[in-house]
């Protein structure tokens, strides 16, 4: 057998092929986008790009939390109840308990990641499987939801309605968004933290071997999970103007479509958030730009589900051709 | 001669710029066994894909029975008799035997599954080749041996004519493989052409006919089944292996400081009340039948699995069931099974090698991902990895290659105590030396390791001292100096009173007879 090098160059240069390869959702998003701005001609008005931009705030921001969940092989279908109770209890403890209102977010995202924790430690340390600890997590907190706020809306306080306010000419949800990104991807790239999730996603056991705390890696994952949901839930209270018990209902499964269809493996190792960004950008998109057609709602869940099951095909042939 | 069943003729294949078979010809003929002899990476697995129609070659021409074919896909090459039994089985260990053998092509009788046909036809295939099981014994209570035997009934009742065996011996014992080869006999007798893989060269002077030697994707030679092992292994890693155990048993000095204390450990059930303690520049074996308990010691001492007693690093005591202790107290642990406890397929080799240094290089929380990057390709090149670079997928990687990279992930972490389970397990000859001679490095450089071997010529080969276990207990030390395989073997089997562990140190024995013989 030869050497290291065995005559293999690699190659330089920008390689279209392989860069369609490794973004296929970005593409089609593209292709999305511009299909849509063909078809109808106010879908590139700014007031419709601005509109596109808040209605993904919610879920993107859901999804950047449940990209660490996904990355680390597991799964959160808590995120769109925890959304809400976070929202909710940060609002009933500034009427109800007097806290200062400057704390409310604070307050609401502390709720988030005590939510996020207990399903963490119930996952981690409770060997509950990860899809049923946040189940339950799911119920628990939407019942929470309810008994605090007797299943009427509250009105938003000052800080959470200014998350649904704007900034100059841009709406602050989309600049939470920005933000929450940014922070997300740091994480997964630069911290060890980000590291071990996703060598805990890959193999748990291998990781377990290198002395990697993995109990530990499972509940922040699902703490950041709560944390993410809980801000989501407070923007959304926000472009409301109200805390709404309902809140984030289902929003879990487009969180969860959103992560996979920009490339993120349910089995776990591999994810980006820059993927789930473009993932919740093409959920969006189709939303927007079948109601600009008027196409009716029905027929886009459709459509929806056709897109995430050719996304998740496409990413299946990619890996089959690239696998020796 | 007669005229061969299954040719490949100038066949080549590559995967993007490389080239894994190049103008490779292989004659398989009735009634006779060709061995594919290589090492890890030299071509055979795409040799023997692109013969069950996994694979299509880029160049050349396949024929069956004297007339060219192509095989499209695994169906095309049933259809011509072609039937693979691959080193991962192809069985649903929750269904019946008989289920098993007609997977895919029930018998019906009114569009409902005809049972009493089902079970016919497994009991026709199993007679053919001498076996008698239950059809509706549940097959994942099976051993892999009876298990591997279903498959080769369910290829022939395919009505394959020839079979491709790849490393059908790698997890069964002396005694299964004998029972393999018996079956093996009978179907060259009736005119099935073979062709068979194995890492244990011992076994083709039994079973085979002729020896195809591959190397980097070329036919070096074709030699008589009967060559010597040397020679066989010459002519596959194409130079001389000066010496198979490069690490000379030694006697350790008096005054040599005690690296690890291991006090009474016992674990759930197995490990009883094991103590031992290795010293500076040692190598320990640890022998014993599968079973006694050897990787369950071993996971106990690297924190992963519950334990009672006391275990002292460097004077220093690690807490129980916690690995992280123990990686940062020095202690490296190449688990039994690589694939599922050593590594993370799907990410690149600089990560694999770094896991257990993240923390402890990174700067307020933050990945130092130069520095990382930078000693995995140090001591990757160090180690000698055969990769493309770093960035490389460890899936993408031979099985030598793979372990070497757990290797380097621990000497990365500078580890001053290696545990070693079964580390050139499914590792070929060549990557083998070079895994003995990072022993070598690891207790000239004042390192320690504990062996876990089921290969005793190993154990033996390696180690300045030999604890033997069984049945959880150690029961015996020997130095090398006076340790002999029978020696070990009378240890392995002492503490056996049961029947089934009897039965276990009884196929050992053949087995080692037999590589003897």
């Known amino acids: 057998m030869n050497s290291t090098a065995t005559g293999i160059s690699r190659q330089r240069g920008f390689d279209l092929k392989n860069f369609a390869a490794n973004n296929g959702a970005l593409i089609g998003l593209i292709v999305l986008a511009v299909v849509m701005a063909i078809a109808s001609p106010a879908f590139l008005s700014a007031q419709n790009l601005v509109n596109v931009g808040e209605q993904v705030a919610t879920i993107a921001i859901l999804a950047f939390g449940m990209t660490f969940v996904i990355v680390a092989a597991g799964i959160d279908l808590s995120v769109g109840s925890v959304a809400a109770l976070s929202a909710m209890a940060s609002a009933s403890m500034v009427a109800g308990w007097g806290l200062p209102e400057v704390l409310t977010i604070v307050a609401g995202l502390v709720v988030g990641a005590l939510a996020g924790a207990v399903t963490g430690i119930a996952a981690a340390y409770g060997k ?8 339950a997590m799911m119920s628990v907190a939407r019942g929470l939801t309810m008994v605090i706020s007797d299943g009427r809306p509250v009105e938003a306080p000052s800080q959470v309605a200014a998350l649904g306010g704007d900034l100059g000419p841009i709406p602050v949800p989309i600049v939470v968004l920005v933000i929450a990104g940014l922070v997300a991807a740091f994480v997964l790239r630069f911290t060890v933290a980000g590291s071990y999730m996703y060598a805990v996603g890959g193999n748990i056991e291998a990781a377990r071997l290198s002395g990697i705390p993995v109990k530990r890696v499972v509940v922040l994952v699902f703490l950041l999970s709560g944390v993410f949901a809980a801000l989501a839930g407070m923007v959304t209270a926000g472009r409301l103007d ?83 | 001669m007669s005229e061969p069943l299954l040719r490949l003729v100038n066949v080549c294949k590559a995967f993007g710029p490389v080239r894994v078979i190049e103008d490779v010809s292989v004659d398989v003929h009735p009634g006779r066994v060709t061995v594919l002899l290589g090492e890890n990476g030299a071509g055979k697995s795409t040799l023997i894909k692109m013969m069950s129609g996994i694979y299509q070659p880029d160049a050349g021409e396949i024929h069956v029975a004297g007339e060219k074919v192509s095989l499209p896909d695994v169906k095309a090459a049933e259809r011509l008799g072609i039937a ?64 591997q035997l279903v498959e080769v009934a369910k290829a022939l009742s395919l009505d394959a004519r020839i079979l491709i065996l790849d490393e059908p011996t790698a997890a069964l014992t002396g005694a299964e493989s004998a029972a393999l080869f018996a079956v093996m006999d009978e179907l060259k007798a009736r005119g099935v052409g073979m062709v068979f893989i194995s890492h244990h060269l011992d076994e083709l002077a039994r079973v085979g006919d002729t020896v195809v030697v591959l190397r980097d994707g070329h036919v070096v030679t074709e030699v008589p089944a009967s060559t010597s092992e040397d020679e066989l292994i010459r002519l596959m890693v194409g130079r001389q292996l000066s010496e198979q155990f490069p690490r000379r048993p030694r006697r ?59 275990v002292t690093l460097c004077g220093e005591e690690l807490s129980a069931n916690d690995v992280g202790a123990a990686v940062r107290a020095g202690i490296g642990h190449v688990p039994e099974d690589r694939k599922h406890q050593g590594l993370v397929l799907d990410a690149p080799v600089k990560h694999n090698i770094g896991y257990a240094t993240l923390g402890r290089t990174a700067k307020a929380g933050l990945v130092d991902r130069a520095g990382q990057r930078r000693r995995a390709q140090d001591v990757a090149q160090k180690l000698r990895v055969r990769m493309r670079d770093v960035d490389q997928h460890v899936r993408d990687l031979s099985g030598g290659n793979q372990q ?7 000497v990365v972490a500078g580890s001053t105590v290696l545990l070693l389970d079964e580390p050139t397990r499914g590792v070929d000859v ?18 320690a390791v504990v062996l876990v071997s089921s290969e005793l010529p190993e154990v033996l080969g390696m180690s300045d001292r030999i604890l033997v276990m069984s049945e959880g207990r150690i029961t015996g030390e020997l130095e090398a100096q006076e340790a002999t395989e029978d020696a ?25 007879t037999r590589e003897r013989a």
Do not use: C
Request: charged share 20%; proline share 2%.
């Open chain 2, 430 to 447: 060549g990557a083998k030396v070079e895994i003995y001679e990072l022993v070598r490095d690891v207790t000239d450089a004042g390192g």
């Open chain 2, 252 to 310: 350790r000095d008096a005054d040599a400081e005690e690296l690890l204390r291991v006090e009474g450990v016992s674990t759930g059930g197995l490990v009883q009340d094991a103590s031992f303690s290795v010293h500076r520049g040692e190598v320990v074996g640890l022998a014993g039948l599968v079973g006694a308990g050897r990787t369950e010691l071993v996971r106990a001492i690297a924190g992963a699995e519950k334990r009672t007693g006391s």
């Open chain 1, 128 to 135: 509950l499987p990860a899809f049923i600890a946040s189940l």
């Open chain 2, 84 to 147: 693979t039994i691959h080193q991962e089985l192809n069985l649903v260990p929750t269904m019946s035997v008989a289920q098993n053998i007609s997977l895919g092509r029930e018998p019906r009788r009114f569009g409902v599954v005809d049972r009493k046909e089902l079970a016919r036809t497994a009991r026709e295939a199993m007679a053919r080749i001498g076996m008698n099981l239950d059809p509706a014994a549940n097959l994942g209570e099976m051993g892999v041996a009876r298990q």
């Open chain 1, 242 to 324: 109200s805390v709404q018990p309902t809140i984030g209902t289902g929003a879990e499964l487009d969180a969860i479509a959103a992560v996979v269809i920009g490339g993120a493996s349910l089995s776990g190792g591999v994810g980006r958030i820059s993927g789930t960004l473009v993932g919740a950008l093409v959920l969006a998109v189709i939303r927007n730009g079948l109601n600009l057609l008027n196409v009716s709602p029905f027929w886009q869940q459709v459509v929806i589900g056709v897109v995430i099951a050719l996304a998740v095909l496409f990413d299946v042939i990619r890996h089959k051709n690239t696998r020796l």
């Open chain 2, 488 to 512: 070990v073997m009378a240890l392995a089997v002492s503490n056996s009173h049961s029947d089934a562990s009897a039965e276990r140190a009884i196929d050992t024995l053949e087995r080692e």
């Open chain 2, 404 to 410: 070497k990279v757990v290797f380097a992930r621990w």
